[in-house]
């Protein structure tokens, strides 16, 4: 059994680790900490979880962390990249589901997230948590930064498209939409039932610290330039993002070889499914499960690409990507655990 | 593996059916009917399904059905009746999780559906599914009823009370409220979301069919006439029932036991999680699993015992009973293939 | 022009107000507080405003109240029964739609809200604001406690059968259901969307601070000790109370003319509308608007009278009750500023 | 008064309409139609409405429509082609809430709408009613054809860049979201609660009847071809489209007066509310009234403009664009009847 230590357990990311790690027959959460709940039974915060965990918050305590496999870090920016450094001289092995290690570029970090990064080293060495990009790399990965939720989403939609240069890189556009739990476990008035339910917005419309995440990412696989424009939006349901994406065809004749690129691309990925051409993915398909459903449209006369992608964004948007990189950097099945359908309706 | 037949595939029941079965190991889905989608890819219908089922609906064919070991109707009430007597003849065990063999009083039956009953032979054999009341039964029964959504919600929360005899059994209120799922998958007006969304209303406040089953029950187990008034409510949600019973206790000293009672009454049930004196389960924390949680509450200087009960109308209100039916008739583990947390947030 | 003050403005039942008062033709807000929100416009904090109003919130200042008429107070409690006592001295008059002036029993008040009540004679003073109960009263008082969004759901229900005598007093049920908005505009974890959306729980069920409220209002009209029991519960929406209401008959011939004494209480009553017997009144025929529907059920060969009882909590359950006991005190048409028919769906 | 029918009145337009005309000083409804339901009071179908209309379905009829002023038709697509020709002739004048006069290409019409269109005169002669485009036009109209929902908030969000020729019009992205009313008020199982709730998701991405409608308006200011890519999409709430618009200024500079050129175009626009450059609009902000709210954004180095722009699709959608335009076709005040503030939270 992997033992496994969880840094920040009371946010969402965090019960939907247990979640999924309550059925995965490898692996033993050993360990859960919150500062702020030292003490609190788990079951007794998350009443699902009764019957199902007999775990207890502790303080966040290294010597503690290295006794365990892996460590899962579901903490807000900036708890990571302070802890990690001296995690990693213990040999325990680290999952970063925020987005401490995300970025390459750490003056676009600092500058998004409002202070200095104070971990080049390990900002060098970590391994962007993407398996459909970077199986391999995660393998062997000492540290996994876990792609942002928005991020996932987007890459894979435009992913295909990028790897073989059929479209402009420098006009791309997304247009994603999140449920509220993107927003996290906090006591924000934005985020209340009163706020959110019944109304849609867009939001961070000029700018988001997701744009960054997706451009070094599509930057990445495209070996070029990209030209991105993101809007995020705040949908009244509390899982699932989608992203409608638009790209234009270099060449409109592609058309017709776009739907095989797109399944030969992801046939062998566990964890991506795409629907025939003209599909409308839902995100309640996905609702719960690890999957990335994707389709592709074409409106009359038209050579702009769109590519549908769903996700759930605390799932293969955060908690079930990092099982998965789990799954991969312990040699296991990758769908260890994530076999189960989606809860629909 | 136990094969498994069902009838009536295409409602909430029927794709809940699917979304269990999928992980079950000892339980293979053989074939699966529907009079309007013959030939219709199940996972067409229902994506979430995609990379789990390779099953089409097929039509409803008794020598098919006759084949599997269990055959689960999932159809409208008056189906199951006519199909059954047929299929009995072949040695098929049958779960019905419609309406059809739920009461014992035919004649009630007949008024509140609307028809004459048609197999009186085996409305009397059938065996009512309530694991919590009626295991033994169950493990031998060729055709077990499996209980309505509400009826499983407040029968569970009355037992204790009415098999001690500590309430006046004369003055029991139920107030039952439901997701809108429990409303099926038909196009009804009633049941758009521009209907049931951002609103709340009572409904059948005069008289429900779940009443006369809900008495029958306690009836049963309570020995003596039940006098119950049930008033349901629908819920701007998917899935999820909450019953606020109240019970007026003939000796107020029986409050101090009350708890302790609960307790013992059901730890060893699988599926019924007695919480915290004062605790409010919330219907979320059974979402997409076969619980029934509850919690004792008392008003000061009163007589009157108060039970929140919480189930997922689709798992213990429906489909999950019905698996945790086959495990028991099949001499399985009951709580196979139901085993992970729910899905919260 | 009635010249309005609303001290604490900034949380739904303030809005709620300016919403209201936008459209009447003979109030104007001059003044609007907040401690928090000091030099805000207004609309820039609710853009629904926009347009509308030019008001900026200010520190609350006895001075500047003082050359109102009338002073809302949509604080939390403790607040207005600090500044009322000073404001009284000025001859402003005062619409309080916070707790503190809402019980006779101040020991009861001290103990519900933990704090000890600092205005004894205020509190003596106030008039208790449900106009169908206290119109004449209203019109002269200098202060009015503006009822609470459940007392007012749940005491216009229980009016007819109370002032009558029909039913026993000592064994009411109320089960209530209220739309997020009742839990105020803060950011509180459990009023988040991902907490409060597709879900529904029971709160408070062990006691309820508007249990003794609407306890001393019933026993106002009844004259008699009134047993209560009082079980509110969330609903995954932002607006609308139901409360279902459950009281047994003396005599049960009296079933005959309810309907006929319901209507008679009410018809004169602008904003109660008894809808046929045997309705379902919706929360949503409610939305923005000052009424309070019901309608009466009875389940076969029961005693036990059913009534639904439908209001927007925030407008008859709290600022549209505020404006219309403003239009008693200042000889205004009742409906003054409320005749437009409401948001549905 | 204006003496107003209506012709269907049982969809969520037609009770629209009775929501706003019943608060309207000028307009009074006489006739309302349906063929399902003739007499049905209105009010009882929509309880909303108890107290507000004495009316009753009744057949549609020529005869006494034309003792109308004006008669509103909110009817499904081919209804109102076969109606007008007759009603033409009586003089009353019309305002088409339906799809069957947008259009002036008529080939393009029966393509979408599966039926030859069968009044090119009338179709010729209709006037698009959207005011802030057609104002004088409108005055004189005979037939107003009333908008489509997404056409309002797209052309409206489009129409200054359009018009001053500041963005390639052959590369416009729209990327719209509605609620469910948008989907009608009929029993279609896609648009139940159980479907729509909790899930979101594209549709008609490959192509949707508002795409000509919506390229021919744009045409229409721009006087040149215009290629648009447009995607909408189904959110899980019942009220509010926002549209989040992309395209590519053909020189940066002018970014530093895009919102000069917004705020100035539409200045005396009484139902056009351009809030400061980087603003949110949210779809409640406008909930029951006829704005429509926009705001202007700009990303990092981009030459993208990003408007998002929000309507209430019942109101500015489809029946309070149909009051202003009666508004204008009878010299009334634009704004009379849809003063009131928008319904929020």
């Not at 349901?237 to 409608?244: C, K, N, P, W």
Request: hydrophobic share 40%.
């Amino acid at each position: 059994m992997i033992k496994i230590g969880i840094v920040g357990g009371t946010g969402y990311t965090g019960v939907e680790l247990l979640r999924i790690l309550a059925e995965h027959p490898e692996a033993e959460v050993v360990c859960i900490t919150s500062r702020s709940e030292v003490g609190m039974p788990v079951a007794e915060m998350y009443t699902s979880l009764r019957g199902h965990f007999d775990l207890t918050f502790s303080e966040p305590d290294v010597d503690v962390l290295a006794g365990c496999d892996l460590v899962f870090f579901a903490t807000p920016h900036g708890v990571a990249m302070r802890m990690v450094p001296e995690l990693m001289k213990t040999g325990v092995r680290v999952v970063d589901l925020s987005a401490d290690f995300r970025l390459k570029d750490l003056d676009t970090w600092a500058k998004w997230y409002g202070m200095p990064h104070e971990s080049v080293k390990w900002a060098e060495q970590a391994v962007y948590g993407l398996p459909e990009v970077a199986r391999d790399a995660i393998r062997d990965a000492r540290l996994v930064a876990n792609p942002g939720c928005y991020p996932t989403a987007v890459q894979l939609g435009f992913l295909p498209l990028l790897e073989e240069g059929l479209v402009d890189a420098s006009r791309l556009i997304a247009d994603a939409k999140s449920g509220a739990s993107g927003g996290g476990r906090q006591g924000k008035i934005g985020m209340l039932h009163g706020e959110v339910g019944e109304s849609f917005k867009a939001y961070g419309a000029s700018g988001h610290r997701h744009l960054p995440e997706i451009r070094e990412g599509l930057q990445f696989v495209s070996g070029a330039q990209v030209g991105l424009t993101f809007v995020p939006h705040l949908v009244p349901m509390i899982r699932g993002i989608e992203a409608t994406l638009y790209a234009e065809l270099n060449d409109v004749k592609d058309f017709d070889r776009l739907q095989a690129l797109f399944e030969d691309r992801y046939c062998d990925e566990p964890f991506v499914d795409v629907m025939p051409f003209g599909s409308h993915p839902e995100t309640r398909s996905v609702r719960g499960v690890n999957y990335c459903r994707m389709a592709l449209h074409r409106q009359e006369d038209s050579n702009i690409v769109i590519v549908s992608s769903v996700i759930d964004n605390l799932v293969k948007g955060a908690a079930g990507q990092a099982v998965q990189n789990m799954n991969i950097m312990f040699g296991l099945d990758e769908r260890m655990g994530m076999s189960a359908p989606a809860l629909m309706p």
